[in-house]
């Protein structure tokens, strides 16, 4: 089982100019061992906008909205 952390934030931008701002969050999962019982790596990285948006990464700083299809550019 693992935990999910907000692990950056950033500015983007909407092709009508408004600013968007998205946070990624990783998950940290168990990966204890008999020497580190405490032990997490990181898993997968999700991205949504402040207001709860889904977001998935299109590559070069481009993300999209999945609800509306907006692509945004990260400033």
Known sequence: MGIKKKTNEFKTQSPD???VIIYEVTEF???RSF???NAR???LKSFH???GKHV???GEG???IVETGIILRRV
């Open 56 to 58: 998935h990464f299109i």
């Open 41 to 43: 790596v990181e898993g």
């Open 17 to 19: 100019g408004k600013t």
């Open 35 to 37: 020497e580190k019982t």
């Open 49 to 51: 906008t402040a207001d």
């Open 29 to 31: 999962l168990d990966a």
């Open 62 to 64: 481009e993300y999209k």
